[in-house]
């Protein structure tokens, strides 16, 4: 994996609570986990800082990810 910038994870269970979802994406669309990772925490990135609530975070970049891997 590439190495992400010490803010974007919390703790290392949020890193693999991200981690699956990359891994997920990437075996579901025929990507690589590198591709899929960065357009995961670029998205990631945008996202948080205006996220109130950080449960869903995973779901919401999930989605954005997948739509940007179909079009």
Request: charged share 40%; hydrophobic share 35%; net charge neutral.
């Amino acid at each position: 994996m590439i190495p992400a910038d010490d803010f974007l994870y919390e703790d290392d269970s949020e890193r693999k609570h991200h981690s699956s979802a990359i891994r997920r994406i990437a075996e579901n669309s025929g990507n690589s986990v590198e591709k899929v990772e960065k357009l995961y925490e670029e998205n990631l990135r945008k996202l948080k800082p205006r996220a109130r609530v950080k449960d869903f975070l995973s779901i919401l970049v999930s989605r954005e990810v997948e739509a940007i891997l179909r079009s």
